[in-house]
């Protein structure tokens, strides 16, 4: 069958905000970090060209070309011909961005709200049972330990029904992803969200008022064209048809885009301003959208509803066992890390993988450079690199790293490109974005060198300078 009409995949943000100064982007090119999407004997003018020529010829579910309905996708203020690599001066948390965490709706509030309660409940009960177990006379106590060892077996009955009745509500609380078909907990239901999105939205909205772009600008339209064509392409998927996707372009400099459960679409202008062509900026937008349409928001919220409640059990034995106060904060610090490490972050490194893939076959669909995927993720680690970011271990992050995404991504563009024939799509004109940029970190890499070593005698070498030449 056509994958076009039916995808069916198997297998198979807190976010990431990059903060950066239009100014320091200026500064970075002007200093020569340039053409790594460019080649000997190919001028960037050409690349762009045959960018935009690919995406002239894009297909959508109705075989109509998306240079037929988009008049025009290039404006200078937003894709800039790749012959210029932003390089930025920015802080980088090891992601893009996933949709904002959402755990405030009418029934998810309540439990936020008494979480705390929840909490302080559990602490006060585990001291007042080390209270009194201090406070019994010692024979008293050997009397207790007696009636325990006697009736061992019923506490053991107990407590294994307790464990029972915590299986029963997960196993009870399983759905199916959609499109990945991955088995999942979901507590709260989809229209606790859809309000969530609404009180989520007007937040936003509130706090963005005076920096909206209009519908007239043309960076909103390229927003608006790209979202359009994604969800048109996608149209089969009915999680995809059933939102409306509205579109909102804050004129903001940091490179940053969610999308709320109720199809909510927020871009920064930053984001437009860092992408290298409209492919990456596709993929990205495919990847947000894909975040709102496998209900990733619900899902990390009853993860962390469920772990709350187990976590109640231990905190109460924590503030019960530990001899003294401070033993017990330490202890409940612990718990809390190592529910922190052992299961949210991976959670939510897990989903971000999956918005990549679902993400990708969107892109693919829509007749998008499905290749131009990684080198986004390429280009933010060499960011990471000239601005000698530290690179944390993976395992402290809640999203993969720039390298590993990178590597995701390449291991899924075979099957992408395959979805992306079976949908009669034009055929991709013009080298590999990632042999180029390949080629061209090479060739940054030994200009580079053949320029420090004359000059290694005349330069503080604790000042280092992000000074490359041009290819």
Same mark, same amino acid.
């Given at each position: 069958?056509?994958?076009?009409?039916?995808?069916?995949?198997?297998?198979?943000?807190?976010?990431?905000?990059?903060?950066?100064?239009?100014?320091?982007?200026?500064?970075?090119?002007?200093?020569?970090?340039?053409?790594?999407?460019?080649?000997?004997? %190919?001028?960037?003018?050409?690349?762009?060209?045959?960018?935009?020529?690919?995406?002239?010829?894009?297909?959508?579910?109705?075989?109509?070309?998306?240079?037929?309905?988009?008049?025009? #996708?290039?404006?200078?203020?937003?894709?800039?011909?790749?012959?210029?690599?932003?390089?930025?001066?920015?802080?980088?948390?090891?992601?893009?961005?996933?949709?904002?965490? &959402?755990?405030?709706?009418?029934?998810?509030?309540?439990?936020?709200?008494?979480?705390?309660?929840?909490?302080?409940?559990?602490?006060?009960?585990?001291?007042?049972?080390?209270?009194?177990?201090?406070?019994?006379?010692?024979? +008293?106590?050997?009397?207790?330990?007696?009636?325990?060892?006697?009736?061992?077996?019923?506490?053991?009955?107990?407590?294994?029904?307790?464990?029972?009745?915590?299986?029963?509500?997960?196993? %009870?609380?399983?759905?199916?992803?959609?499109?990945?078909?991955?088995?999942?907990?979901?507590?709260?239901?989809?229209?606790?969200?859809?309000?969530?999105?609404?009180?989520?939205?007007?937040?936003?909205?509130?706090?963005? *008022?005076?920096?909206? !772009?209009?519908?007239?600008?043309?960076?909103?339209?390229?927003?608006?064209?790209?979202?359009?064509?994604?969800?048109?392409?996608?149209?089969?998927?009915?999680?995809?048809?059933?939102?409306?996707?509205?579109?909102?372009?804050?004129?903001?400099?940091?490179?940053?885009?969610?999308?709320?459960?109720?199809?909510?679409?927020?871009?920064?202008?930053?984001?437009?301003?860092?992408?290298?062509?409209?492919?990456? &900026? $596709?993929?990205?937008?495919?990847?947000?959208?894909?975040?709102?349409? &496998?209900?990733?928001?619900?899902?990390?919220?009853?993860?962390?509803?469920? #772990?709350?409640?187990?976590?109640?059990?231990?905190?109460?034995?924590?503030?019960?066992?530990?001899?003294?106060?401070?033993?017990?904060?330490?202890?409940?610090?612990?718990?809390?890390?190592?529910? @922190?490490?052992?299961?949210?972050?991976?959670?939510?490194?897990?989903? @971000?993988?999956?918005?990549? +893939?679902?993400?990708?076959?969107?892109?693919?669909?829509?007749?998008?450079?499905?290749?131009? $995927?990684?080198?986004?993720?390429?280009?933010? *680690? #060499?960011?990471?690199?000239?601005?000698?970011?530290?690179? &944390?271990? *993976?395992?402290?992050?809640?999203?993969?790293?720039?390298?590993?995404?990178?590597?995701? !991504?390449?291991?899924?563009?075979? @099957?992408?490109?395959?979805?992306?024939?079976?949908?009669?799509?034009?055929?991709?004109?013009?080298?590999?974005?990632?042999?180029?940029?390949?080629?061209?970190?090479?060739?940054? !890499?030994?200009?580079?060198?053949?320029?420090?070593?004359?000059?290694?005698? +005349?330069?503080?070498?604790?000042?280092?300078?992000?000074?490359?030449?041009?290819?």
């Amino acid at each position: 069958r056509n994958r076009c009409q039916r995808l069916d995949l198997s297998g198979n943000d807190r976010n990431c905000f990059l903060t950066g100064n239009p100014d320091s982007y200026r500064n970075f090119i002007g200093k020569g970090l340039r053409c790594l999407l460019d080649v000997p004997h %190919t001028s960037g003018q050409e690349v762009y060209r045959n960018a935009h020529h690919s995406l002239g010829r894009f297909c959508s579910q109705s075989s109509q070309p998306l240079g037929e309905k988009i008049p025009s #996708l290039q404006i200078s203020s937003v894709v800039q011909p790749p012959h210029h690599f932003p390089a930025w001066n920015i802080q980088i948390n090891r992601s893009f961005h996933t949709a904002p965490s &959402l755990q405030a709706a009418p029934v998810p509030l309540f439990w936020i709200i008494v979480k705390p309660a929840q909490k302080l409940f559990a602490i006060i009960l585990g001291r007042s049972i080390r209270k009194w177990w201090k406070a019994l006379p010692p024979n +008293k106590r050997e009397l207790f330990k007696e009636s325990a060892r006697k009736n061992k077996w019923k506490i053991l009955l107990g407590v294994s029904s307790l464990g029972v009745v915590f299986v029963m509500f997960y196993f %009870t609380h399983l759905e199916e992803t959609p499109i990945t078909g991955r088995a999942r907990l979901l507590v709260f239901g989809k229209e606790h969200f859809r309000e969530l999105s609404q009180m989520e939205y007007d937040m936003w909205m509130e706090q963005f *008022e005076s920096q909206m !772009l209009p519908e007239t600008d043309a960076r909103y339209q390229v927003v608006e064209r790209v979202v359009g064509h994604l969800s048109e392409s996608n149209k089969d998927i009915p999680q995809v048809a059933a939102l409306k996707w509205v579109i909102h372009v804050v004129d903001e400099p940091g490179v940053n885009a969610f999308v709320l459960p109720n199809g909510q679409v927020f871009v920064f202008t930053g984001l437009l301003d860092a992408v290298s062509d409209i492919h990456q &900026l $596709s993929f990205i937008l495919g990847h947000e959208i894909a975040h709102a349409v &496998l209900e990733h928001a619900a899902e990390k919220a009853s993860l962390v509803h469920f #772990l709350d409640f187990l976590s109640l059990i231990f905190l109460t034995m924590i503030w019960a066992i530990c001899p003294r106060d401070s033993l017990a904060v330490v202890g409940q610090w612990i718990q809390s890390k190592l529910q @922190e490490f052992m299961f949210d972050r991976p959670y939510s490194r897990t989903l @971000e993988a999956e918005a990549d +893939k679902v993400g990708l076959q969107f892109a693919a669909k829509a007749c998008v450079d499905v290749r131009a $995927s990684s080198v986004f993720w390429q280009q933010m *680690e #060499l960011a990471e690199t000239i601005q000698g970011q530290p690179k &944390l271990p *993976e395992w402290l992050s809640t999203h993969p790293s720039h390298e590993n995404r990178a590597e995701h !991504l390449d291991r899924l563009i075979p @099957e992408a490109l395959k979805i992306r024939e079976s949908c009669n799509c034009p055929s991709l004109s013009g080298p590999d974005p990632r042999l180029i940029f390949r080629l061209n970190m090479q060739h940054l !890499l030994e200009s580079s060198k053949g320029r420090e070593a004359p000059n290694s005698t +005349k330069e503080d070498p604790s000042k280092p300078k992000v000074d490359f030449p041009h290819t």
